[in-house]
T-cell receptor, first 115, second 111 residues
């Protein structure tokens, strides 16, 4: 079955440590996205990529970094510069069709906490 | 900058009731409007997507409408069931494929 796989499901970060969240999709989608969700809040866009080897900052990119070396993979690194990283992180993807927007498909998320 | 608001924040109804969830957006130059469902601790599941040229979409017991001139979308759920209990989020799409999300409506359907 096609879908998006996020790992790990739970992640703990120590002070001053960088951690990387994995996102893999087998839907052959061109575009991939990373969102952050805090309790009682909507999703906020961190980074997005519309094509391999290219990505753009979203609304809250500070303290995060990404890479897009393969179409299937879009890992997110939460750096030590992100002072409030505790949140639920969601990865999404969608295809691009001329003239019609395609729905975004989501993974099951990674919950990041501070030790 | 697009802002999306969902009212009410929470809704509790008895099983079998028809209900409407509301979503409003500030920028009428919207490219699409998407409704999602989120179960606790899970990712989002796409329910319905309305392109900017469309007025509504239907899937089973769900019907979503889009009125760009008034900046509103509604999600209608017919004959609600306990399994419909979840958080429902709407999101407006811009020209750069980015989505702006509302904070969601927590729906509880009581047996």
């Amino acid at each position: 079955d096609g879908g998006i796989t996020q790992s790990p499901k739970y992640l703990f970060r120590k002070e001053g440590q960088n951690v990387t969240l994995s996102c893999e999709q087998n839907l052959n989608h061109d575009a991939m996205y990373w969102y952050r969700q805090d309790p009682g809040q909507g999703l906020r866009l961190i980074y997005y990529s519309q094509i391999v080897n290219d990505f753009q900052k979203g609304d809250i990119a500070e303290g995060y970094s990404v890479s897009r070396e393969k179409k299937e993979s879009f890992p997110l690194t939460v750096t030590s510069a992100q002072k409030n990283p505790t949140a639920f992180y969601l990865c999404a993807s969608n295809g691009h069709t001329i003239g019609a927007y395609q729905p975004q498909h989501f993974g099951d998320g990674t919950r990041l906490s501070i030790l | 900058k697009q802002e999306v608001t969902q009212i009410p924040a929470a809704l509790s109804v008895p099983e079998g009731e028809n209900l409407v969830l509301n979503c409003s957006f500030t920028d009428s130059a919207i490219y699409n409007l998407q409704w999602f469902r989120q179960d606790p601790g899970k990712g989002l599941t796409s329910l319905l997507l309305i392109q900017s040229s469309q007025r509504e979409q239907t899937s089973g017991r769900l019907n979503a409408s889009l009125d760009k001139s008034s900046g509103r979308s509604t999600l209608y759920i017919a004959a609600s069931q306990p399994g419909d209990s979840a958080t429902y989020l709407c999101a407006g799409g811009g020209s750069n494929y980015k989505l702006t999300f509302g904070k969601g409506t927590l729906l509880t359907v009581n047996p």
